[in-house]
């Protein structure tokens, strides 16, 4: 009796554990929603963005804000781009640039040198789901998704971790309130959660982490939306003054650009190399 009832516990653990596994590797998503997204969808000329962000490789998710405006075609070899023209706002310094996102995937594939730290966050966070989700309506596996599709793709380096359409949710930030879908996947026991918008080019807002091995998750991106204006026909920007870089002000002391590379820890047990 006493063999019977081990045989019947194990054969329990057996299977709850390979039920665990099984939903680790597939969580079943959709919305009761029509319609799909894609980064960059309904990207146009004249439109301005203002976003709060911040990311892990950036200063340890240190927030700044960047305001981009739509500029218009820029062609680059023979790829069609936009150009955006940007202002970071970034410890009390003022950064004017640019930035180019691709028509494809609207993700940054080009900057002014001042800007390359930014596009590579707004890469990183804003243009993340691009992996997932582009223009390309010939790829079925990174083409536009649907909101009632049960995945979006998988993160394969977390153990295929599903990223799903999880629920509609109105969501209020400082440029307004929205009634979007959050996309949504787990990282060492933390809910991650992206706000689309139908028919909107960026998410509205996220709230994500960094997977580690053991210990707490530390925050990978977190942005909101702080204002979103359309048709503007002229650049915004022209009468802000960017902060004065030491080598471009006469009155100080040439630098040099040899760098020595230096690696540090940062409090989430990250790596910082500069």
Sequence with gaps: MKTIVAIIAVSLILTVGLSNNANAQFQA???????????????????????????????DCTPFRIDFWVEGDDKVGTETQWKLQTVVYDEGKVYKGTINVGKIAAEPVGSSKNMIQYAAA?????????????????????????????????????GGEQIIPGSEEQVAVPGGSYDTVRVTWKTGGKVNNVYVLDDFPFPVKADTYAHVSSGIPPQEYRFELLDFQDNVSNNPFTKIQGTVNPAENPACAATSDDFTQVSQNTNTQTMIVN
């Design 29 to 59: 998503g959709g919305v009761n929603k029509q319609g799909s997204w894609y980064v960059g969808e309904g990207l146009k000329k004249g439109e301005q963005f203002s976003y709060n962000l911040c990311h892990i490789n950036y200063k």
């Design 122 to 158: 707004f890469k990183s966070s804003l243009s993340w789901l691009s992996a997932y989700a582009t223009a390309d309506a010939a790829d079925f596996t990174k083409g536009p998704k649907k909101f009632n599709m049960p995945s979006w793709g998988k993160i394969g380096n977390i």
